[in-house]
Each structure stands twice: as structure tokens, then as C-alpha cells.
């Protein structure tokens, strides 16, 4: 095959290689997009999250609703301190924007409605500082203590765009007591459909009653048409709650009043439960303290005439007397003679809670239904429950302590033991129940409920299995109780089967799937994230990668989503501790970059892993993007699809990339080399060479500390020119350039190595000048040759990733050997001598030729003649006239110069030592023929002679040659 065609496919290839996965991730990223409320855009519509426990079966005497549920609202659509702790949103125009209206007859009259109004009791975490009087449980007993028709928020929980309300709501109904229908009297009560809707926003003008506004001060209307609500329909601001129930688990009815004579014809619901209202029966602060009843902060003790002395419990603890259980049966199904089914004096219950937001048994409490017999029937001669109100305040079972002399003579306690008799470990001796340590040993949700169920006996004893077991006796059916090997579906129709009557909550938070973690940010080389939480990254479109906790079912997977920091909206602090106010303003989720699915990884902690590239593209104006020499921040959450809800993990750990290009070659035009030198033949103790310059770094540190990129550091280095190896002189440490330090600032860095220090000076906004002092004693090996004597200066950046710039450099020499002089002459008509330098001991260097000697004479004047080294060092020169005794000295003088002055002279840098002679005067041998003394005048004269004679002699030869 061509070679030209196979570098094509390789190339076709390798593109593939990376589109593909790309694709994948744009496609798992539109899959994302369909889960409701994660498209950056709220729905104000109030939803149902979750039914916890519901009041679904309903005595008509009895008529209570009972409910505790979550409700997603619009992020900060509901504020719980819209009124004062304890108080309801009761004054003549509401200052809160939830409501809730439900039937209050039923289907008998389906118009008549009753509205619900808020009561804070939520505990404020300033509220002891601002109330010095208050408690922390103040909250929880203005709860406790309510018996009117309200509902209360115990949580706000935060989840992406939505607020996720944890609601109790109490509230009277008045359903119609009797019927001539059959079909109402079926064992197990008879379907009754119930609407509740929930209203978000504005409450004042919500709402219509028949032709005429529905005035918040109002707070029933028997004329209400859910028609009505069609502008709330198209604002989005309410729903109905019940409506997403199943039928079955709506509302069930039983009549209050028989049907029949009394005789055979007889016809009744069935055994049910009572459920307290007001002060039936007498509970801890004698109302509905049984319901949704918050135990975070402990209660204060309590005492009176009905319920006697209960004391202060711890928080997470219930106190005694503040659950109970009534079981009623009017008249079996049976005839009055013969007695079947007709007879309920034992019960079994069960505390259960919510793990994972699935049903489990408490086992720190009740791990098996609990079977309490010594309930005192009511008599099977009733066929009404109306007036029986006072049977449950004698007859009801409650969490007291058995021992007590008011129970010493029953059975009929809610107390759970081992199978040894000795308390749970839940269980607090004096009735109270210990949820906190319920909830941590067995990290369950933080919500409980009890379950009841109907052990119905016929009048000999038996067990009633004749007729409806499922209601009359469920334990025959299978259908008491739950353990952890049941399937959901199980647990649900077991509980369905019971009661719920009584409800706590310690701590409760809805459970989110499990938080995302960033570990990677891609870069050249390693990509993990350093301790910092940072990446130095050269790629301005980097892929984020982490690890996940993939869904347990796989059609419904786990997304990752992926924000970029706003830098006008920085990352809330404290949002990767996951505290329960995880989001204090979606501005500060940053941009939303993408999403993929949390795949499975056998190689990851979690379990699975995920990737998502920020392409650049998503940052709108007026945000920049990604540039270098910035950075941009990214956390993620996981957003799961099971429910529906898009519910989001707290987010991840904040992962940090830092853009770095390369760096810039420092400017060599600015740098410059002052070199020491002798002084009379010696270096100045402490001397150095001084190399100076500018830098100018790309890379720069922020000192506040809360970001971890760091600057560019300067290297400077050093190589004598007959040498090979680079001599590192200093390198700056990180955070040496600050970009917020102020002008004018003079830091100063030490090389651990070499113990050199930079010093340094701010002398712009990113400029500094330099200056490095070298000791002179660095400068060895001179041998003579300029090579050795030559030095290169270099200076390099390296940015955060470890690239190097360019060198920038400069050469000079560096001569700081001493010069010595000698005087070999030193007459009235010339001294003369030598300039050495000295290397290695007594080996001579000729100095410089041009090199200045400078000649002090003797004498009044002072005068004073400049010459040049000559060749090998030689230098001479002529006494002036009229000098013809005393003392000159010569030296090599330096004004720091190595090299030629205006007029070509060469000017020496280092200053010999002086020397100085006596001028001598010599004539006894200097002026004596052939001794080398005599004048040079008389010398040429003799020359000037001798070729006259020459010349003399030549012209009479030839005069003579001419002759012949």
C-alpha cells in the first residue's frame, strides 16, 4: 500500500480516536437535559417529593388530617422566618408564600375547602444570641404544643434550583358521620377521594371563593372551585399534592355510626386506631405533640394534673407520655350473640425509619413488631364512636415507664425490651426514646414513624381469621411488620396495612446521592490535582475528570454536571465542606460547562469515573474565558434521575486550573556588570561583581493565600568562557513577584545553595529591578589566556508548568588580577620598566599593551607624564627637562574602565601598588665611547659622516672607471 495512503487513515484514525468520546459525552449531556429542573431554569410549580406519613384512614368522629411529606419549591420561593418563631402567618394580610387548602367535608360536600396557614418553629441559629430568654428547643415546643389547624416547616433543604421542605401538617375535617350507602361500610373503610393543594407565591389575592375573593383572614370556604386557580395554573404556582397518591392510598373512611338496627343487619368499618386531637388524649404538654414531633434539641420538662411529672430529655430524645396507641372496634362484623372479630385488645407496633429513604426497622428500638396486650376493649355493645373521646385517655397505651404505680397494673405501655425484658437500647427507662442514637448506629435518615396494626380476637379468644383478615387481624395475612429482607414492595403493602400515628424527626435530611470528586485537570504531564487543589495547565479548553458513585439502576443513571467559576460570583465558601446551607445563591454556582453520566469504573474509590472538557465556548460576556496567566475554578455535583426530581449531591471538591503559556526571554538590553578592582595592587575586602537588570515575569503570585497559583522564577547562572559547565548562581523561590505588591517594594531572596542574595525592587506593576551580588572569589582560574578571564551572565525564566524561556545573557571580562611594576631605569635621562600581572605564584602575564603608567615627578611642579604598556609589558619614559634629581613614582591607576577612553587610549582597571626611585645622574660611564652611554646626537653624527665618506669614495671610482 502507498505510504502517502496509509499516513491518511492513520490520520482518519486518530481523529476518531478523539471525536468519538466527544460524542458520547454531547450525547450523555443532552440525556441530562431532560431531567426536570436541572435546566437552569426553576419551575415555580409546588411538587410532592415524597409522602412520609399520611393519616389515610379516617374515623368521621375522629376526622383529623395528618400529614408529613416534602415539598420542592423554587429555591428562596419560601422563607421560613417570614414570621416571628412560634407564630402563625395569621394577621390580616399573609406575609408568607405558602399555603396549603384541602377538603374539609369531603365528597359529600367536594366545594367545601379549609385553608392551612404556617407556624415557625424553626430554631434560628442566632436565636439565643439575639434572644437571651429563649431556648433551642422553643421551636419544637411551640409545635408541640399546636392543636389548631396549621402546618409547620421543620427544613429547608437546599438541592440545585429547588428548596426541598420538610412539612407536618395538622388539621381538623369534617366528614359526614353517617350514611344509608352499604358501600360505605366496607370493612377497611370505603375510598374517599381528598384533594390538598399547595400554593406558592403571593397569598393575599390567590384565591377565589365562589364569586368573591377568598380573604386570607377567612379560613374556611364552602364554595371553592379548584377552576378557580387557572392564573395560578399559568404562573405555575400550585399543585395537588394527593393527586400523585394511588388511589387506594388517598383517604380511607370509617363511618362513625353503624349502619343497621343493631341487629343481624348490623354493619360496621372495623377496627382503626385513634387519632389525638386537641388534648384526646392528655400528651406531653397536653396536645398533638405526637405528630412530627422534632426532637434536635431536647425538651424542657413538663407537669400537671393529667399527664403527671415528665422529665427534661437531651436532644435527640422524646420525652415520656408523647406517643401513644388506641385500637377501637365497634361491633364485629358478626351478629351480637355470637361474638367473631369482635373483641381488639392487643396490637402490634412498630417504630420504623427511613435509611437511604427506604423503610427499615428500627433495631435499636423495635427491630420485630412489638405485640402489647391488656388494651381494655371497648364495649361490643357500641355502634357509634361519637362521645369516646375519654376512652383513650383511659384505655390508651403510651412510652411510659411500666414500673410507674399509674401503670403497675397493665400491660397496655409502649416500652420496647429485648427478649430478656430489658430495655432497648433506644429506650429510655422513664418512656422517652433516644432517636439520636437510633439514627447513628444505624445512620439511618433522621425520620421515624410508628406503625400500627390490629390483633383481633373473637369473644372465646381465637384469633379472627374468618373474615377480612387483612383488616381484623393483618398478622394472619403476613402483613405485620417489616424486616430488612423484605423486598420495597413488601414493606410498603405491610405498612400500608398498619396505621401510621405518631411521627419524629431527629436531624432529618433527605438523601442525596454521593458527591462527585474532581482529580484530574488535564495538562502537559501528570494532570492529578497538587495539595493545593490546583493544575498548572497549558490548554485553555481542559477536560475535568473525577470520580462518581454510579446509580443503582441503570436506566435511571447518575449525571455529573460541571460549573466554571464566575469570577464576579466567586464559589461560596464552605460549599465542598457540604453543610446543610449548601447554596446561598445559585450566582455562585459558576457557568455550567456540560454533563456526562457516571459511568462504571472498577478502577475508581467510587466506583465509577466521568469526564467533561470545558471547551471555552460557555463563558458568556462579559467573562473573558479562559486566557493565560488566569485561572478558573470548577466544581461539580451529581444530579440522580431515579426519582424524577433531579435531586443533586452536595457539590464536589473545588479543582483549580491555572493557564501558563510560555515564558518571555528576559531582556538582555538591560542588564550590565560592574566589576571590582585593586586598589594600590589589592582588592577592597568584601568585593563583588554586580550583575544588575530588569524581569519582567509572565507568572506572577497572588499573596492572599487563597489561590494557589505561584510566579515564574528567575534562574541565574554564570560560565567562565574556557569552561564548559554553567555555574547556577540563584534561583528565586516561589512567590518571589507578587502581583499585589505595592511599588517601591524591596524584598530580598537568599539561595539556600549558594547562599547568594537577589535584592530586588518593584518598579511597576509587573516589573522589577535586580541586582545580584557575586564575591570575587567566584572569578578563579585565570592562566593568562583572555578566555579565562571572559565571563558569560545568564538569565533564564521558568514558568509554573517547569518550562524554561529563552536565555538572555551578556559577556564581559572580568579582570581583577593585580598589576605590578618594576623599574628597571631610573636616570635623568629615562626610567623605564615593567607591568605584570601575576598568576599562579610567580608566573609573569605581560599587562594589557596600552595599559596607562602614570609617572609622579619630582619637584616643586609636581608634574606628572601618562605612557603606554608597550610590548611585553614595557613601558618608558623621558624625565621633563629641568628634572634631574629626586624621588618619582609610577603606578597603573584605575577608574573602573576596561577598555579605550575618547581618545583611543586604553584605560586600566586595576591599580598596581605604587613604586618609587631616587633619579640618578650618570656620565662617568654613560658618555664613554662604546659603552652604550653617549648621546644618541653624537651618534648620528658619527653616522652622518661615515656615509659621506662612502659616498665620496663611490664618485671617485667612478670618475676613474669613466676615464678609460
Known sequence: MNRSIIAILITLLATLAMVVPLGLSALSASQANAIDGQDETASRKPLLYRMMAFNDRIDTYQDELRMDFILRVKHNEFKPDCVDLGKADTGGKSNCNLSFVYQYVGSDNPADYHRVKYINTITPDDYLENNKTGYAYDGATAWADNHLQRFTVHKVINSGLYDYLTISIEGDMNIADKSKDPAKFVAGGHPEPLNVFAIVGDQNTALSCGSSSWAWGTETCSTFDPASMSDLQAQDRYSNITESLSKDKQMKVYMGDCLGSGGDDLQCSGPYSWVGWDSNPYLYRNHQANWGMVTDYGFPAYSDGTVGNINATAPGTA???????????????????????????????????????????????????????????????????????????????????????????????????????????AQKADGGIDFKEAKEKQDLDGYFKLVTWPDTRNSDGTECTAVS??????????????????????????????????????????????????????????????????????????????????????????????????????????????????????????????????????????????????????????????????????????????????????????????????????????????????????????????????????????????????????????????????????????????????????????????????????????????????????????????????????????????????????????????????????????????????????????????????????????????????????????????????????????????????????????????????????????????????PLSVLRILLLIALGLVGFVACLRNRQESRH
Not at 325 to 345: D, H
Not at 370 to 393: A, D, F, I, R
Not at 640 to 658: I, K
Request: overall charge negative; charged content about 20%.
Open 469 to 934: 383478615p387483612e383488616v381484623y387481624s393483618p398478622k394472619s395475612a403476613g402483613l405485620v411488620g417489616i424486616d430488612d429482607n423484605m423486598s420495597a414492595a413488601q414493606k410498603d403493602t405491610n405498612l400500608s396495612a398498619g396505621w401510621t400515628i405518631d411521627t419524629a424527626f431527629y436531624k432529618y435530611n433527605v438523601p442525596r446521592p454521593d458527591d462527585p470528586t474532581i482529580t484530574k485537570i488535564q495538562n502537559d504531564a501528570d494532570a492529578g490535582l497538587d495539595a493545593s487543589g490546583g493544575v498548572y495547565t497549558s490548554k485553555l479548553d481542559p477536560i475535568i475528570s473525577g470520580e462518581c458513585t454510579p446509580s443503582k439502576d441503570e436506566k435511571h443513571p447518575n449525571t455529573v454536571v460541571l460549573y466554571g467559576e464566575d469570577p464576579t460570583n466567586p464559589i461560596a465558601d464552605g460549599q465542598g465542606t457540604n453543610g446543610d446551607d449548601l447554596v446561598k445563591s445559585s450566582d455562585t454556582w459558576g457557568f455550567r460547562l456540560g454533563e456526562a453520566v457516571c459511568e462504571t469504573d472498577t478502577g475508581s474509590k467510587q466506583g465509577g469515573s466521568w469526564w467533561i472538557q470545558d471547551t471555552n465556548k460557555r463563558y458568556p460576556s462579559p467573562d473573558p474565558g479562559n486566557k493565560y496567566n488566569g485561572y478558573r475554578r470548577y466544581h461539580a455535583w451529581v444530579v440522580e434521575s431515579t426519582s424524577g426530581f433531579g435531586l443533586t449531591s452536595y457539590f464536589s471538591n473545588v479543582g483549580t486550573a491555572y493557564f501558563v503559556s510560555g515564558e518571555n526571554v528576559p531582556d538582555a538590553s538591560k542588564f550590565s556588570v560592574t566589576v571590582p578592582h585593586t586598589v594600590n595592587g589589592s582588592l577592597p575586602t568584601g568585593s563583588v561583581v554586580t550583575f544588575k537588570g530588569e524581569v519582567s515575569p509572565v507568572y506572577t503570585a497572588w499573596s492572599s493565600g487563597k489561590l494557589g497559583m505561584t510566579d515564574s522564577r528567575m534562574v541565574v547562572s554564570m560560565k567562565q568562557n574556557a569552561a564548559s559547565d554553567w555555574m547556577p548562581l540563584l534561583t528565586t523561590p516561589a512567590n518571589t513577584f507578587q502581583r499585589d505588591a505595592a511599588v517601591g517594594t524591596a524584598p530580598s531572596v537568599t539561595d539556600p545553595t549558594s547562599g547568594l542574595t537577589l535584592n530586588l525592587t518593584k518598579t511597576a506593576a509587573s516589573t522589577w529591578s535586580w541586582s545580584l551580588n557575586i564575591p570575587a572569589d567566584k572569578f578563579t582560574g585565570y592562566n593568562g589566556d583572555d578566555e579565562t578571564q571572559t565571563y558569560t551572565f545568564q538569565v533564564e525564566m521558568i514558568n509554573p508548568m517547569n518550562l524554561r524561556s529563552g536565555p538572555a545573557s551578556i559577556e564581559r571580562k572580568i579582570d581583577m588580577t593585580p598589576t605590578t611594576l618594576t623599574i628597571d631605569r631610573h636616570d635623568v635621562f629615562q626610567v623605564a620598566g615593567r607591568a605584570y600581572k601575576y598568576v599562579d605564584g610567580d608566573r609573569k602575564i605581560p599587562e594589557t599593551k596600552g595599559t596607562l603608567v602614570h609617572i609622579t615627578w619630582p619637584g616643586k611642579t609636581n608634574s606628572s607624564t601618562d605612557v603606554a604598556v608597550g610590548d611585553q609589558g614595557s613601558w618608558q619614559a623621558t624625565p621633563p627637562e629641568g628634572v634631574n634629581q629626586g624621588q618619582f613614582s609610577a603606578q597603573v591607576l584605575s577608574d573602573d574602565a576596561e577598555g579605550s577612553d575618547a581618545q583611543g587610549r586604553f584605560q586600566g582597571g586595576n591599580q598596581s601598588a605604587s613604586v618609587s626611585h631616587e633619579l640618578d645622574f650618570r656620565p662617568s660611564t654613560s658618555s664613554l665611547p662604546l659603552t652604550g652611554g653617549w
Open 319 to 425: 420525652p415520656a407520655r408523647s406517643f401513644f396507641v388506641y385500637w377501637m372496634n365497634l361491633r364485629g362484623p358478626g351478629n351480637k350473640t355470637n361474638g367473631i372479630c369482635s373483641e381488639t385488645s392487643s396490637y402490634y407496633y412498630q417504630w420504623v425509619a427511613l435509611k437511604d429513604s427506604q423503610w427499615v426497622p428500627v433495631k435499636e428500638l423495635t427491630p420485630e413488631p412489638v405485640l402489647v396486650t391488656g388494651q381494655q376493649p371497648s364495649p361490643n355493645t357500641l355502634t357509634t364512636t361519637y362521645g369516646l373521646q375519654g376512652m383513650v385517655n383511659t384505655n390508651g397505651a403510651y412510652n411510659v415507664n411500666p414500673t410507674d404505680p399509674k401503670y403497675a397494673n397493665t400491660t397496655n405501655v409502649l416500652f420496647a425490651t429485648d427478649k430478656d425484658g430489658n430495655p432497648m437500647p
